[in-house]
């Protein structure tokens, strides 16, 4: 059984940055894609960001329209965990982000995480 255990959310101004973890069980950044997504109150859950292993050290990384430029996801496969950096923070990006991990690409939604939740004050 997968298990996903977000941190470092919290509440910060606009403009400002976060990183966000996510801390995988067994081997899973090794077997499967890991993301993140993230559900604001009253909409929708929706895709933020995704990486895969390729082959060797490679990476592949997709990011929602919303957020490229300004979030960067990557993992440390040694440490099965993998992390939303998360730069010049709106106030529209303030939710609750879960990890996720799965077969799909680019959103992997297999197994999720119990969320963390990120505020962004204007």
């Known amino acids: 059984q997968v298990q996903l255990v977000e941190s470092g959310g919290g509440l910060v101004q606009a403009g400002g940055s976060l990183r966000l973890s996510c801390a995988a069980s067994?081997?899973?950044?090794?077997?499967?894609?890991m993301g993140w997504f993230r559900q604001a109150p009253g909409k929708e859950r929706e895709f933020v960001a995704a990486i895969k292993r390729g082959g060797g050290s490679v990476y592949y990384a997709d990011y929602a329209d919303s957020v490229k430029g300004r979030f960067t996801i990557s993992g440390d496969s040694a440490k099965n965990t993998v992390y939303l950096r998360m730069t010049r923070l709106k106030p529209e990006d303030t939710a609750v982000y879960y990890c996720?991990?799965?077969?799909?690409?680019?959103?992997?939604?297999?197994?999720w995480g119990q969320g963390t939740q990120v505020t962004v004050s204007s």
């Open positions: 067994g081997r899973t950044f090794s077997n499967y894609a």
């Open positions: 996720t991990a799965g077969s799909n690409w680019p959103g992997p939604n297999d197994y």
